[in-house]
């Protein structure tokens, strides 16, 4: 299994658009960290959330306004072999954003945010009422930087020819050999004879 690394806008909206909640990590003036989990909306590379008019994110946020937003998805436990510990990682896509948080205050834009942030969730059309909105706080993330990857990705297959056969075999790296996965007792016949190969079946072989 593998990492991937993603640049595909797209693959990053759906990625966003798969979850149902973001951490909001947070810094205050003297290095301490803060991070909330968040429901959120997203449109056009921006990030909505939103909260109570005073707390302690409000406040960390007066003093340094910079977040950085995470977003994880598609969680599944994977393994390449079930003896084996170190196979074994949770296969999930991410995105990881930075940027400055500006609170907005005008009211129509604060409703048209409520709409963004509602529509993550669900299709139908909602009405604020006016002191709704105006003890809501609005933030708004535009991302400045983003990345986006995908673990546990599985590696190519292995093409192997044993005595007029072709076999594809899943392969990975591990501790810097060769791990094959196979079922056929005369692949892995020929299979232990291939060197710096760990051949997984029943049992670990090294060659």
Known sequence: MKTLVHTDKELIE??????????????????????LPMNFGYRDGVIYLHSAQEGRSISILERNPRVCITFSTDHDLVFQHPEVACSYRMRSKSVICWGKVRFEEDFDKKTEA??????Q???????????AVKNVKIWIVEMDEVTCKEFGAPHNKLKIGVAGWFVFLDKALYDGQI???????????????????IL???GIAKA
Do not use: W
């Open 200 to 202: 997984l079946n029943n």
């Open 14 to 35: 759906e990625t966003i658009k798969k979850c149902d909640i973001c951490y909001v990590g947070l810094a205050d003036t003297d290095g301490t960290p803060y991070v």
């Open 179 to 197: 791990i094959v996965h196979c079922q056929l007792p005369i692949v892995n016949f020929f299979l232990l004879l291939l060197p710096n190969m």
């Open 121 to 131: 969730y669900s299709d139908k059309e909602f009405r604020y009422s006016d002191p």
């Open 114 to 119: 409520l709409d963004i942030i509602m529509k």
